[in-house]
Protein backbone atom coordinates (compact mmCIF):
# COMPACT_ATOMS: atom_id res chain seq x y z
CA UNK A 1 0.00 0.00 0.00
CA UNK A 2 1.06 3.50 0.01
CA UNK A 3 3.41 4.31 3.08
CA UNK A 4 6.29 6.95 3.61
CA UNK A 5 9.23 5.71 5.76
CA UNK A 6 12.23 6.53 7.28
CA UNK A 7 15.60 4.87 7.86
CA UNK A 8 17.05 6.41 10.77
CA UNK A 9 14.46 6.66 13.43
CA UNK A 10 17.62 8.97 15.48
CA UNK A 11 20.28 11.21 14.55
CA UNK A 12 23.07 12.51 16.47
CA UNK A 13 25.40 15.70 15.00
CA UNK A 14 27.58 17.98 15.96
CA UNK A 15 26.59 21.92 16.41
CA UNK A 16 28.18 23.53 12.80
CA UNK A 17 27.88 20.14 10.97
CA UNK A 18 25.70 19.58 8.28
CA UNK A 19 22.80 17.12 9.02
CA UNK A 20 20.86 14.46 6.41
CA UNK A 21 18.16 13.11 6.87
CA UNK A 22 16.78 10.33 4.70
CA UNK A 23 13.46 9.16 3.86
CA UNK A 24 12.02 5.70 1.62
CA UNK A 25 8.69 6.29 0.09
CA UNK A 26 6.17 3.62 -2.06
CA UNK A 27 4.14 5.87 -3.79
CA UNK A 28 5.60 6.66 -7.24
CA UNK A 29 2.58 8.69 -8.27
CA UNK A 30 3.01 11.47 -5.54
CA UNK A 31 3.16 14.65 -6.27
CA UNK A 32 4.64 16.53 -4.08
CA UNK A 33 7.07 15.81 -1.29
CA UNK A 34 7.33 18.07 1.79
CA UNK A 35 9.65 17.55 4.98
CA UNK A 36 8.21 18.96 8.07
CA UNK A 37 9.97 19.82 11.52
CA UNK A 38 8.16 19.26 14.18
CA UNK A 39 9.45 20.44 18.06
CA UNK A 40 8.28 18.98 21.43
CA UNK A 41 4.95 19.88 22.52
CA UNK A 42 4.08 21.75 19.15
CA UNK A 43 2.28 20.84 15.63
CA UNK A 44 4.20 20.27 12.40
CA UNK A 45 6.01 23.01 10.91
CA UNK A 46 6.66 23.13 6.79
CA UNK A 47 10.02 23.27 6.01
CA UNK A 48 10.37 22.92 2.41
CA UNK A 49 8.85 20.94 -0.17
CA UNK A 50 9.43 19.49 -3.43
CA UNK A 51 7.29 18.81 -6.87
CA UNK A 52 7.76 15.41 -8.13
CA UNK A 53 9.40 16.67 -11.34
CA UNK A 54 12.01 18.23 -9.61
CA UNK A 55 15.30 16.76 -8.13
CA UNK A 56 16.78 18.90 -6.08
CA UNK A 57 15.77 22.40 -4.23
CA UNK A 58 16.96 24.87 -2.02
CA UNK A 59 16.11 27.21 0.76
CA UNK A 60 17.36 28.88 3.44
CA UNK A 61 20.13 26.47 4.74
CA UNK A 62 18.19 23.58 3.80
CA UNK A 63 18.32 21.81 0.37
CA UNK A 64 15.80 18.32 -0.18
CA UNK A 65 16.75 15.96 -2.77
CA UNK A 66 14.31 13.49 -4.41
CA UNK A 67 15.44 10.63 -6.32
CA UNK A 68 12.53 8.88 -7.89
CA UNK A 69 14.87 6.01 -9.41
CA UNK A 70 15.01 4.72 -5.97
CA UNK A 71 11.98 6.35 -4.34
CA UNK A 72 14.45 8.26 -2.08
CA UNK A 73 13.93 11.74 -0.35
CA UNK A 74 16.41 13.82 2.11
CA UNK A 75 16.84 16.64 3.53
CA UNK A 76 20.15 18.45 4.07
CA UNK A 77 20.38 20.82 6.52
CA UNK A 78 23.92 23.14 6.80
CA UNK A 79 25.44 24.48 9.49
CA UNK A 80 23.20 22.77 12.17
CA UNK A 81 22.24 24.78 15.14
CA UNK A 82 20.89 23.81 18.03
CA UNK A 83 17.31 25.20 17.22
CA UNK A 84 17.34 22.27 14.48
CA UNK A 85 16.95 20.04 17.45
CA UNK A 86 13.04 18.05 16.55
CA UNK A 87 11.51 15.34 15.19
CA UNK A 88 11.75 15.35 10.76
CA UNK A 89 8.93 13.83 9.12
CA UNK A 90 8.83 13.72 5.37
CA UNK A 91 5.53 13.36 3.47
CA UNK A 92 3.69 13.10 0.40
CA UNK A 93 0.20 14.55 -1.28
CA UNK A 94 -0.92 12.44 -4.10
CA UNK A 95 -3.72 14.08 -5.85
CA UNK A 96 -4.36 11.87 -8.09
CA UNK A 97 -7.86 9.92 -6.51
CA UNK A 98 -7.54 11.10 -2.90
CA UNK A 99 -8.19 14.73 -3.13
CA UNK A 100 -5.08 15.93 -1.92
CA UNK A 101 -4.29 13.90 1.63
CA UNK A 102 -0.82 14.62 2.92
CA UNK A 103 0.62 11.00 4.28
CA UNK A 104 3.32 11.41 6.94
CA UNK A 105 6.37 8.85 7.53
CA UNK A 106 7.23 7.80 10.61
CA UNK A 107 10.06 10.38 11.37
CA UNK A 108 13.54 10.86 12.54
CA UNK A 109 14.88 12.85 15.85
CA UNK A 110 17.81 14.79 15.14
CA UNK A 111 19.68 15.79 17.99
CA UNK A 112 22.22 19.08 18.14
CA UNK A 113 25.12 18.22 20.43
CA UNK A 114 26.79 21.84 21.64
CA UNK B 1 -2.88 35.32 16.55
CA UNK B 2 -3.43 34.36 13.02
CA UNK B 3 -2.67 30.55 13.42
CA UNK B 4 -4.58 27.42 13.51
CA UNK B 5 -6.17 27.67 16.81
CA UNK B 6 -7.11 24.17 19.19
CA UNK B 7 -9.41 23.64 22.40
CA UNK B 8 -8.92 22.36 24.45
CA UNK B 9 -5.09 21.56 24.71
CA UNK B 10 -5.37 18.75 26.85
CA UNK B 11 -8.43 16.00 27.80
CA UNK B 12 -8.56 13.50 30.59
CA UNK B 13 -11.68 11.47 30.03
CA UNK B 14 -13.03 8.24 31.08
CA UNK B 15 -13.58 5.28 29.10
CA UNK B 16 -17.24 5.61 27.92
CA UNK B 17 -17.50 9.36 27.73
CA UNK B 18 -18.02 11.44 24.81
CA UNK B 19 -15.52 14.56 23.98
CA UNK B 20 -15.66 16.85 21.32
CA UNK B 21 -12.82 19.24 20.01
CA UNK B 22 -12.28 21.93 18.31
CA UNK B 23 -10.07 23.57 15.44
CA UNK B 24 -10.27 27.41 14.22
CA UNK B 25 -7.89 27.65 10.89
CA UNK B 26 -6.26 30.37 9.52
CA UNK B 27 -9.36 32.12 8.29
CA UNK B 28 -8.61 32.86 4.39
CA UNK B 29 -7.71 28.32 4.54
CA UNK B 30 -10.09 26.86 2.56
CA UNK B 31 -9.12 23.38 3.60
CA UNK B 32 -8.90 21.99 6.82
CA UNK B 33 -7.40 18.43 7.87
CA UNK B 34 -7.55 16.23 11.24
CA UNK B 35 -4.35 14.02 12.16
CA UNK B 36 -4.26 11.57 14.85
CA UNK B 37 -0.50 11.55 16.27
CA UNK B 38 0.96 8.61 19.08
CA UNK B 39 4.06 9.06 20.52
CA UNK B 40 6.97 8.61 18.15
CA UNK B 41 4.52 7.97 15.71
CA UNK B 42 3.93 10.38 12.59
CA UNK B 43 0.59 12.04 12.26
CA UNK B 44 -1.79 9.61 11.03
CA UNK B 45 -4.86 11.21 8.42
CA UNK B 46 -7.94 11.32 9.77
CA UNK B 47 -10.21 13.31 7.31
CA UNK B 48 -10.25 16.66 5.28
CA UNK B 49 -12.39 19.22 4.38
CA UNK B 50 -12.95 21.62 1.56
CA UNK B 51 -14.56 24.43 2.78
CA UNK B 52 -17.73 22.89 4.64
CA UNK B 53 -17.10 19.71 2.57
CA UNK B 54 -15.90 16.28 4.43
CA UNK B 55 -14.10 15.00 1.25
CA UNK B 56 -12.42 12.17 2.66
CA UNK B 57 -12.07 10.12 5.53
CA UNK B 58 -9.58 7.59 6.63
CA UNK B 59 -10.12 4.07 7.61
CA UNK B 60 -8.71 5.00 10.91
CA UNK B 61 -12.11 7.16 11.21
CA UNK B 62 -14.35 4.62 12.79
CA UNK B 63 -18.55 5.24 13.31
CA UNK B 64 -17.60 6.72 16.84
CA UNK B 65 -15.69 9.51 15.17
CA UNK B 66 -17.43 12.43 13.62
CA UNK B 67 -15.95 15.68 12.30
CA UNK B 68 -18.45 18.68 11.00
CA UNK B 69 -17.48 22.13 9.80
CA UNK B 70 -20.79 23.45 9.37
CA UNK B 71 -19.61 27.23 7.95
CA UNK B 72 -16.71 26.23 6.37
CA UNK B 73 -14.71 28.20 8.76
CA UNK B 74 -14.05 25.85 12.16
CA UNK B 75 -14.42 22.39 12.75
CA UNK B 76 -15.05 19.92 15.47
CA UNK B 77 -14.16 16.23 15.97
CA UNK B 78 -15.93 14.25 18.13
CA UNK B 79 -15.03 11.19 19.60
CA UNK B 80 -18.12 8.73 21.19
CA UNK B 81 -17.90 6.23 23.88
CA UNK B 82 -14.16 6.62 24.14
CA UNK B 83 -11.99 3.83 24.48
CA UNK B 84 -8.34 3.68 25.62
CA UNK B 85 -6.65 3.49 22.63
CA UNK B 86 -8.19 6.67 21.32
CA UNK B 87 -5.70 8.31 23.49
CA UNK B 88 -3.37 10.79 21.18
CA UNK B 89 -2.73 13.98 20.26
CA UNK B 90 -5.26 15.06 17.45
CA UNK B 91 -3.83 17.29 15.15
CA UNK B 92 -5.38 20.32 12.98
CA UNK B 93 -3.74 21.90 9.88
CA UNK B 94 -5.33 24.24 7.73
CA UNK B 95 -4.18 25.06 4.16
CA UNK B 96 -4.93 27.35 1.02
CA UNK B 97 -2.66 25.44 -2.06
CA UNK B 98 -2.63 22.21 -0.96
CA UNK B 99 1.14 22.20 -0.53
CA UNK B 100 1.88 24.16 3.08
CA UNK B 101 -0.31 23.07 5.94
CA UNK B 102 -0.07 24.86 9.06
CA UNK B 103 -0.64 22.75 12.26
CA UNK B 104 -2.06 23.78 15.62
CA UNK B 105 -0.57 22.42 18.42
CA UNK B 106 -3.11 20.10 18.97
CA UNK B 107 -5.28 18.44 21.70
CA UNK B 108 -3.48 15.50 23.71
CA UNK B 109 -6.76 13.36 24.46
CA UNK B 110 -6.22 10.86 27.16
CA UNK B 111 -9.01 8.24 27.90
CA UNK B 112 -8.36 6.54 31.90
Known amino acids: GESVGLHLPTLSVQEGDNSIINCAYSNSASDYFIWYKQESGKGPQFIIDIRSNMDKRQGQRVTVLLNKTVKHLSLQIAATQPGDSAVYFCAEIYYGGSQGNLIFGKGTKLSVKP | DTGVSQNPRHKITKRGQNVTFRCDPISEHNRLYWYRQTLGQGPEFLTYFQNEAQLEKSRLLSDRFSAERPKGSFSTLEIQRTEQGDSAMYLC??????????FGQGTRLTVV
Open chain 2, 93 to 102: ASSSDMIEAF
